[in-house]
């Protein structure tokens, strides 16, 4: 049963222009949601989050978009850049478990192209 | 500030063998997670330590996995017996609190390959 879809394995853009990656969940007791971002050989880390009270939050190029009532968040990355080519998990998590519990999507890799 | 440790970086056994990863968290941060990530998956989360103790180990397979945070610090996973499809990264990640809406921080991973 997986809970948080990416069904994009892999993207590809070009330098300059705009990257959407999406994600689709289906238990709707999530309410926080992340996305991470991942170099080979490196661990996943952090780029930006949304809580379920929001529908965008923005950080400097990268924005995340939640559309609760489709169960659908996206990740723009304006203007794109080379070093944005990684894989990129999004991420949920509900407030009944208490405790923080991670439920990962399978990864999108992104390249972007100069 | 030094991040998430692992070691090893790498290791290639044979199934049926035992293996052991050692994970030392971000100082001062409570909360410890062990995750796996099968090639092409997302991690998933295998266990939770708050502190020394355990939160959630449901997802963890416990005939063969087992893992402690002596302290409430350092932690190390054990498998024992090893199978082909335990082949993945493990991840080790900390959180200051474990609270709901916070961050984690992961640490590179250990790369296990069972022939």
């Known amino acids: 049963d997986q809970q948080v879809k990416q069904n994009s394995p892999s993207l590809s853009v070009q330098e300059g222009r705009i990257s959407i990656l999406n994600c689709d969940y289906t238990?709707?007791?999530?309410?926080?949601f992340l996305w991470y971002k991942k170099y080979p050989a490196e661990g996943p880390t952090f780029l930006i989050s949304i809580s379920s009270i929001k529908d965008k939050n923005e950080d400097g190029r990268f924005t995340v978009f939640l559309n609760k009532s489709a169960k659908h968040l996206s990740l723009h990355i304006v203007p794109s850049q080379p070093g944005d080519s990684a894989v990129y998990f999004c991420?949920?998590?509900?407030?009944?478990?208490?405790?923080?519990?991670?439920?990962f999507g399978q990864g999108t890799r992104l390249t972007i192209n100069p | 500030e030094a991040g998430v440790a692992q070691s090893p970086r790498y290791k290639i056994i044979e199934k049926r063998q035992s293996v052991a990863f050692w994970c030392n968290p971000i100082s001062g941060h409570a909360t410890l997670y062990w995750y796996q990530q099968i090639l092409g998956q997302g991690p998933k989360l295998l266990i939770q330590f708050q502190n020394n103790g355990v939160v959630d180990d449901s997802q963890l397979p416990k005939d063969r996995f087992s893992a402690e945070r002596l302290k409430g610090v350092d932690s190390t996973l054990k498998i024992q017996p090893a199978k082909l499809e335990d082949s993945a990264v493990y991840l080790c990640a900390s959180g200051l609190a474990g609270r709901h809406q916070e961050t984690q921080y992961f640490g590179p991973g250990t790369r296990l390959l069972v022939l």
């Open positions: 238990n709707s007791m999530f309410d926080y």
């Open positions: 991420a949920a998590s509900d407030i009944g478990q208490g405790a923080q519990k991670l439920v």
